[in-house]
């Protein structure tokens, strides 16, 4: 009977240790809501570096409730997978959210992607970087047009 109880006990501390595996981010905890690499979900995800070439990116969201995803206006190359149009789109609780991209022919370029829950509000920033790196540089310095 004392090995069963053992056995019991065991069995239920390895439950307890699985279970908390899959915590939530402390950012996640404070804000309510945030973000995470599909790949990675114990970690928060404040910035995403993207290719030069088009492409998609999917972002984990960390929601305990209904929430908002908005990307900022100016930001055309970037859009929402599903909703081609629209910069704000609602959710609720754990979910994924496909973000497509254009090809970057100019200078690196950024967008941000803002979660709100109520009063809370969590910001994953995107950089995309470009084919001009480096800027645009003339041979000649002293040019009058």
Excluded: H
């Excluded at 909703?83 to 970057?104: E, F, H, P, W």
């Excluded at 009063?119 to 084919?131: A, D, M, P, R, S």
Aim: proline share 2%; net charge negative.
């Amino acid at each position: 009977m004392r090995i069963m109880k053992s056995y019991i006990l065991y069995l239920a501390l390895c439950l307890m240790a699985a279970v908390a595996c899959e915590q939530l981010p402390d950012e996640v905890k404070i804000y309510g809501v945030g973000c995470y690499d599909p790949d990675n979900k114990l970690t928060a995800l404040r910035e995403k570096d993207l290719d030069v070439d088009a492409g998609e990116f999917v972002v984990g969201i960390y929601a305990d409730g209904v929430y908002t995803a908005t990307l900022s206006d100016e930001d055309s190359w970037i859009r929402f997978a599903d909703q081609q149009a629209a910069r704000t789109i609602s959710g609720n609780g754990d979910s994924t959210i496909k973000l497509v991209y254009d090809i970057n022919k100019g200078i690196p370029r950024t967008a941000v992607l803002t979660l709100q829950r109520g009063n809370n509000v969590f910001e994953l920033k995107f950089t995309q970087y470009g084919i001009l790196e480096g800027g645009v540089e003339f041979q000649q310095k002293n040019i009058t047009v």
